[in-house]
Nanobody, 125 residues
């Protein structure tokens, strides 16, 4: 139904920047929400940011506020995560997730039916 392709992960020094892309293909709706989650070794997958296609609503985890910015390209059905001032604790596998009928966007993994394969982000000191 929906496929998600992520790109942009890599290795960067602390204080540097990376930009992640999530491109959605297949059938989508005006109620689409694309979200970013991340999972570090030995930890639960945690919410990072989301953006809603219906009203451009965006939300962020407290740990990334002021450093990360999520944006979207409606025509390309793509979400971008600009990550600035990266810290070693940002190191994780980053996953894109889609909710096709998100009238009330969720910050929980349970709210998303479709997931990308993940892309590794490593921040060195």
């Amino acid at each position: 139904q929906v496929q998600l392709v992520e790109s942009g992960g890599g290795l960067v020094q602390a204080g540097g920047s990376l930009r992640l892309d999530c491109a959605a293909s297949g059938r989508t709706f005006s109620t689409l929400t694309l979200a970013w989650f991340r999972q570090a070794p030995g930890k639960e997958r945690q919410f990072v940011a989301l953006v809603n296609w219906r009203d451009d609503n965006a939300a962020y985890a407290d740990s990334v506020k002021g450093r990360f910015t999520i944006s979207k390209d409606n025509a390309k059905t793509t979400a971008y995560l600009q990550m600035n001032s990266l810290k070693p604790e940002d190191t994780a596998v980053y996953y894109c997730a889609a909710d096709l009928h998100s009238w009330l966007p969720s910050k929980s993994t349970d709210g998303y039916a479709f997931w990308g394969q993940g892309t590794q982000v490593t921040v060195s000191s």
